[in-house]
């Protein structure tokens, strides 16, 4: 894997800008206005040439989705997604085609017979034993360094994504809530629920116990998300604030950001 | 975790073989595998698919169906007595009652057309003999012991209303509902989110202390193992490759194989570039291997690995490993 120094800065293939993507869902009552789930609700993220991008979340975080909204198999709400700086959602034809054989979705199998520019890799491993995850994993990583593949890599499996990518964003009810290079992701975790889930991890070392519980709760109707910040029911550290206020994203360190309304920005102290 | 050192174990395998006829031949799921639980205690169950960790269990519930699958061999000691000569009906009243299990999907082990409050309050009425009321107040009582929010609205609930985390935790009430001496969980926890897995682990531990359980933990997963076993079996197609106390075992393990797995883990917060892999794949359980059947991947494998089968063998105390090496 390349260090993210070496992968230049200017050299983005993708760009995902306030992505949104809802579903209608069935009326329970007459004359309602037809309800919507928002599984992707406002993402943004860009993804450069030879780099690994880790999406992590727990189930119905809106992940998957997201993937297949880049590759339009599911119609973005709204939105943009530039791919090297082509408006994807425009495309139509022999284009749409042409993006299609660039950048390819892989369920399980990323032995891909094509060379794309963008791989889209939704859990490849997690059907997997480890000692055949561990196989996948490398040869990922070699086609990268032989064809510098961009993959974005949803899993939801922290371990495994820290070890492959290069940058890793968490993703909560259709949000990404904090996003940083992988290393910062384990070493300086700082939105509440990237904590939790790092904690909640068993760690294969019988000296290092999970100790008590991480979080209590179930996550949210994703079809009726809290108010504010969507994380507020299930964090610890909640106040008055995040139940009126969605936290946006901002810097909080070099190339790390985060939703919280406890977090200081960058420069603020 | 107390125990004296004369103390007998309160579950027993003793040269478990379960086969399947297959139209290959005869998949050999267990073989001679031999592994106890004492009161109290949990014991660990780790291996990759197919590695017969599961067959195993549902040898000691007597619920592989007999044929394609036969007991080869052994037997299952539990407080002395061997749960493969009892007569079923007897069998049925151990089962659920004595030796309970949770498995992975609770989805699959409910019946999606009844109600929770029916499925569970028929546990006591079965195996108790309560009253329809009573059995009520019972099930009640133990969905709160489960810690699900107001459980009597939950009673009337469909299984497919409620989330994996909260089906798992209907299943688990429903399992120690008889409050059994043993409980066998088979990857409890391997369909749910990790911030809910933290929650049903930890419930299930202190459960398990509360009512005085012994448990066997299955589980692929190596961090569960290291976060809740006293003790681990590892197993690798079909047979035991290494047992130890779960300290011993992280710290010092003796099988090439459990070796390689823990290597093959990415590890948080520590950067390399390449996972260390085990070359090719598990041999088919009806491939007849003489030697140690984990030698063709073995990277230490000798020339006698490929002839002679190892046996267990201890290299410290509660330590055992079959290995050559």
Do not use: W
């Not at chain 1, 299609?100 to 399980?108: E, H, K, L, N, P």
């Not at chain 2, 043993?182 to 049903?200: F, R």
């Amino acid at each position: 894997m390349s260090s993210l120094k070496e992968i230049k800065m200017n050299n983005v293939l993708l760009q995902v800008i306030n992505l949104v993507t809802c579903f209608p869902l069935e009326k329970t009552k007459l004359f309602q206005k037809t309800p919507f789930l928002c599984a992707v609700n406002g993402v943004s993220f860009d993804l450069k040439k030879g780099e690994t991008l880790g999406l992590v979340g727990e189930s119905g975080c809106g992940k998957t989705t997201t993937g297949r909204s880049i590759l339009r198999l599911v119609e973005p709400t709204a939105g943009q997604i530039l791919f090297e700086d082509e408006d994807v959602s425009v495309l139509t034809g022999q284009d749409m085609r042409a993006f299609r054989r660039s950048a390819q979705m892989v369920f399980q199998d990323p032995f891909a017979s094509l060379n794309p520019k963008l791989v889209v890799a939704d859990e490849p491993v997690s059907a997997l034993d480890v000692s055949i995850q561990a196989q996948i994993i490398n040869l990922m990583v070699r086609l990268q360094e032989e064809f510098n593949i961009s993959y974005l890599f949803i899993s939801h499996d922290l371990a495994v994504v820290e070890h492959i990518s290069h940058r890793v964003a968490i993703m909560y009810l259709g949000k990404i809530v904090e996003i940083a290079p992988a290393e910062n992701i384990y070493a300086k975790p700082a939105h509440p629920y990237t904590k939790a889930l790092l904690s909640a991890i068993p760690v294969p070392d019988p000296r290092s116990r999970i100790k008590g519980m991480v979080l209590r709760g179930d996550i949210p109707n994703p079809a009726d998300p809290p108010s504010g910040c969507t994380f507020r029911t299930r964090c610890p550290i909640a106040e008055d604030v995040c139940s009126r206020e969605v936290a946006e994203m901002r810097e909080i360190g070099p190339d790390h950001l985060a939703a919280c309304h406890a977090l200081q920005p960058a420069g603020a102290e | 975790m107390d125990r004296t050192n004369n103390s007998e174990p309160i579950l027993k395998l003793e040269d478990l073989s379960t086969h399947f006829a297959v139209p290959e031949g005869i998949a050999r799921a267990v073989e001679h595998l031999s592994y106890h639980v004492f009161e109290g205690e949990t014991l660990g169950v780790v291996g990759e698919s197919g590695c017969g960790k599961s067959v195993a269990a549902l040898s000691i519930l007597r619920l592989i169906p007999i044929p394609p699958g036969r007991i080869a061999s052994g037997k299952i000691l539990f407080m002395g007595q061997n749960l493969l000569e009892l007569p079923m009906k007897k069998m049925r009243k151990i089962r659920g009652d004595q030796i309970s299990m949770v498995f992975q999907d609770p989805m699959t082990s409910f019946n999606p057309v009844f109600t929770i409050g029916y499925q569970l309050s028929k546990v006591f009425t079965l195996h108790q003999k309560l009253s329809r009321k009573e059995a009520v107040k019972r099930s009640v009582d133990m969905l709160e012991a489960c810690e699900i929010p107001s459980p009597e609205r939950i009673m009337k609930v469909y299984p497919h209303q409620l989330s994996g985390g909260m089906r798992q935790r209907v299943m688990i009430a429903m399992a120690l509902g008889c409050n059994p001496t043993v409980l066998i969980a088979d990857e409890p926890t391997t369909a749910l989110d990790v911030t809910i897995q933290a929650e049903i682990l930890d419930l299930i531990l202190r459960l398990k202390k509360k009512f005085g359980m012994a448990m066997i933990l299955i589980t692929h997963d190596l961090g569960i193992i290291a976060n809740s076993a006293q003790r681990v079996v590892v197993m690798y197609a079909g047979e035991k490759v290494e047992e130890a106390d779960v300290l011993s075992l992280f710290e010092k393990p003796g099988h090439p194989y459990t070796i390689a797995l823990m290597k093959s883990l990415p590890h948080l917060g520590k950067t390399k570039k390449f996972l260390n892999e085990i070359e090719g794949v598990v041999p088919p359980p009806f491939r007849v291997i003489q030697g140690c059947k984990f030698a063709e991947r073995c990277p230490e494998a000798m020339e006698r690995c490929r002839k002679e089968r190892p046996r267990l063998r201890s290299i410290e105390k509660g330590h055992m490993v079959a290995c050559h090496l």
